[in-house]
């Protein structure tokens, strides 16, 4: 596909975190990845990320990679942007996942700082540069410190914000005020990585989000930041607290991939929860507990197929009132 035009969102607006579907015993579910790559286009999702930490991207192989790229770009390409992980604590390893993610046909690339190792910033810089050296992709930067005990100090976006390829940062620091300050210092687009934190983000200039969330609330997030775009902002405030509930419980915790395979299931997009180990799938009671917060939300009718009135009635309520 052609990326978006705009540099303020490289990518869209708002991207899901796509968990990797797999069989009961345990391979990557093309099929299933493909069914639930049109849902999110379907719902508003701008892009998909795929090989992320939500996607396991830890215990899924290159082959599978390269193949779920290729059938989701395939699948979806022409609507919406894929974006590849290709993050790993080993640089030459990730320069052959992001040349092999451009040769599949992905549309971008994320990378995550090095985690475990720890590099100084210096480290950092030389990784990054290095990763988007490879290829002529766009690379979304993934500032995850909760994950890889690392942040990327200002300095060193300010550096690589000069890398004609480097267009993009997902931040998962909760840090809105060192975002509010870096968004206009260093003109990258920046995307909230963490689903509660959407709206703090746009309101400092962020481009949108890439959320796990998304994977059952998407077309509200599109809904919220339309009308944010709009002007609209009580609207998007009222939008985005319809999501509250489905964000707590495929986040609180921390687990996010185990409690996003499970929301999919009881959508009846995917028909198992199934997890690589070290992760495992969520039990009975959690399901139980997710399924009556989806009901309350009203994304579920009787018999456990997907709904999504609220989205809808509240944006003709926003037409008719504009």
């Given amino acids: 596909m052609v990326l978006p035009t705009d540099p303020a969102r490289p990518f869209g607006a708002v991207l899901t975190a796509m968990v990797t579907p797999m069989t009961p015993d345990g391979a990557v579910d093309l099929k299933a990845a493909v069914k639930l790559a049109k849902k999110l286009v379907d719902d508003g999702n701008d892009g998909i990320v795929l090989s992320g930490t939500t996607g396991e991207s830890p215990v899924t192989h290159t082959p599978e990679k390269e193949e779920l790229v290729a059938a989701v770009v395939e699948a979806v390409g022409d609507r919406a942007a894929v974006v590849a992980g290709a993050g790993s604590n080993d640089t030459v390893h990730a320069i052959r996942m992001a040349e092999q993610a451009a040769e599949s046909g992905a549309d971008g690339l994320l990378v995550v700082s090095p985690y475990y190792s720890r590099p100084n910033q210096e480290g950092l810089f030389q990784h990054f540069v290095a990763v988007a050296d490879a290829t002529d992709l766009p690379v979304m930067l993934y ?7 690392v942040r990327i100090a200002p300095d060193t976006f300010r550096r690589l914000a000069q890398h004609p390829r480097i267009v993009a940062n997902k931040d998962a620091t909760g840090d809105v005020y060192a975002a509010s ?17 959407l709206l703090p983000f746009l309101s400092v200039g962020g481009a949108g989000i890439v959320s796990v969330s998304a994977h059952v609330v998407g077309a509200h997030f599109a809904e919220t930041v339309r009308r944010f775009d709009a002007g609209d902002i009580a609207g998007a405030i009222e939008v985005f607290r319809t999501t509250t509930g489905v964000i707590d419980a495929l986040n609180g915790a921390g687990a996010q991939a185990v409690m996003a395979k499970a929301a999919v299931e009881l959508l009846g997009v995917t028909d198992n929860r199934f997890l690589r180990l070290p992760n495992v799938a969520a039990s009975d009671d959690e399901v139980a507990a997710l399924r009556a917060v989806l009901a309350r939300a009203g994304l579920l009718r009787d018999g456990d197929t997907a709904h999504q009135p609220e989205v809808n009635e509240l944006a003709q309520a926003s037409s008719a009132g504009h």
């Fill in 181 to 197: 300050k870096l968004i206009g210092e260093t003109g990258l687009a920046w995307y909230s990585g963490d689903d509660g934190l």
């Fill in 143 to 149: 500032d995850v410190p909760g994950r890889t005990v």
